[in-house]
């Protein structure tokens, strides 16, 4: 199985500031990683696939990239909105197995 | 908007049977994978099965293999989950998705508890 490792578990942050979450998988996943983003109590929501696409409706202060054997989802200037858990998930092969989460939080 | 809602959890001994249903509406059902996806209480989120658009192939987690079966009914836009020798560890929130690998839109979720 792949496994995703998500870096760090846990931030703070304030309101306008730049986050970069990592993810980085046990094995080569080419561009088949996915961004979920999950609210307490609520359903997880996709924001980007095949590493960069935004899903529609996604503001685009959240973009993703790769470098190397890394992906990186960044938040450009984070919003009241964004304070939330995310999730990486690789789509090459099964299992899709998904990161652990980082959780976003208020400073 | 897509909606997906889920329903069929509840509380189940160890060892017992659930199916749990997922009822799409606004997409059509027929032409997408679907996918369920569970999380343990303040856990992560594991994938569970997917099923193809037309039900002739299915994907499971080594977790649930020979206990879970995937389904799909395009007459009735329901996705299915037959959940059976449940175990305490199969306790979760279970959420249909639309798509596989890439999950779009995702229910609310039904809870399944597996205690004695």
């Known amino acids: 199985d792949i496994q995703m490792t998500q870096s760090p578990s846990s931030l703070s942050a304030s309101v306008g500031d730049r986050v970069t979450i990592s993810c980085r998988p046990s094995?080569?996943?080419?561009?088949?990683l996915n961004w979920y983003q999950q609210k307490p109590g609520k359903a997880p929501k996709l924001l980007i696939y095949?590493?960069?696409t935004l899903q529609s409706g996604v503001p685009s202060r959240f973009s993703g990239s790769e470098s190397g054997t890394d992906f990186t989802l960044t938040i450009s200037s984070l919003q009241p909105d964004d304070f939330a858990t995310y999730y990486c998930?690789?789509?090459?092969?099964?299992?899709?197995?998904f990161g652990q989460g980082t959780k976003v939080e208020i400073k | 908007d897509v909606q997906l809602f889920e329903s069929g959890g509840g509380l189940v001994q160890p060892g017992g049977s659930l199916r749990l249903s997922c009822a799409a509406s606004r997409f059509t059902f027929s032409s997408y994978a679907m996918s369920w996806v569970r999380q343990a209480p303040g856990k992560g989120l594991e994938w569970v099965s997917s099923?193809?658009?037309?039900?002739?192939?299915?994907y499971y987690a080594d977790s649930v293999k020979g206990r879970f079966t995937i389904s799909r009914d395009n007459s009735k836009n329901t996705l299915y989950l037959q959940m059976n020798s449940l175990r305490a560890e199969d306790t979760a929130l279970y959420f249909c998705?639309?798509?596989?690998?890439?999950?779009?839109?995702w229910g609310q979720g039904t809870l399944v508890t597996v205690s004695s």
């Open positions: 998705a639309r798509g596989n690998p890439i999950f779009d839109f």
């Open positions: 099923i193809s658009a037309s039900g002739g192939t299915t």
């Open positions: 094995q080569t996943i080419y561009t088949y």
């Open positions: 095949s590493v960069s």
């Open positions: 998930q690789q789509g090459y092969s099964t299992p899709w197995t």
